[in-house]
DNA sequence: CGTGTAAGGAATTCTGACACG
DNA sequence: CGTGTAAGGAATTCTGACACG
């Protein structure tokens, strides 16, 4: 499912991560939420997976950077 | 997806429904999404499309005492 | 570097009610 | 009956910053 449609307060119920965490990593480029008009950031099932992934990755040790090649199949910047 | 993590601002969105018209369903037993610790609605995938056809049975002319029988495979009460 | 937190604001959702018919 | 709307409040999410290290 990528859908996003999932609001960051049940992504994090769902992986178990903090709000922080989530938005860190976006602002890494190691997820791509989208925006509700208002500014709110929505994930699909697979950014949830994706999170999951990149928690386990930094908890072993590697750096977010060293992760965006691994992650970023998504929107590229320039 | 049984999973209910989509809010409803999403969920009109998605069947093209207004608020007032999920929460209407809701109120007459034919969609039953869990809630937030807040009290925010939240609906699945499963429960988009359920509302989907919903609507367009109301359209077709049915009432919703009429529906109960055909969605409410779900949370009886009592 | 990755994450916690307090701060203030803006967007989202909620309920109960009045309305039409 | 099914749906629209204005009303006020509560919960959710946002950003930028300071903190530790």
């Known amino acids: 499912m990528s859908i996003k449609v999932i ?3 049940a992504v ?3 992986t ?3 709000e922080r965490q989530i938005r860190y990593y976006e602002e890494k480029q190691l997820i791509f939420p ?3 008009r208002g500014g709110a ?3 699909s099932f697979e950014d949830v997976d994706i999170l999951k992934e990149i928690h386990t990755k930094i908890q072993d040790g ?3 950077f060293e992760l965006r090649k691994t ?3 998504q929107p590229m910047r320039s």
Chains 1, 2 share one sequence.
Request: proline share 0%; hydrophobic share 30%; aromatic share 14%.
């Open 62 to 64: 590697f750096h977010t």
């Open 16 to 18: 178990g991560l903090t």
């Open 41 to 43: 950031r929505t994930f």
């Open 34 to 36: 989208d925006r509700t």
């Open 12 to 14: 994090c119920e769902l």
């Open 7 to 9: 609001r960051i307060g």
């Open 71 to 73: 992650f970023s199949r």
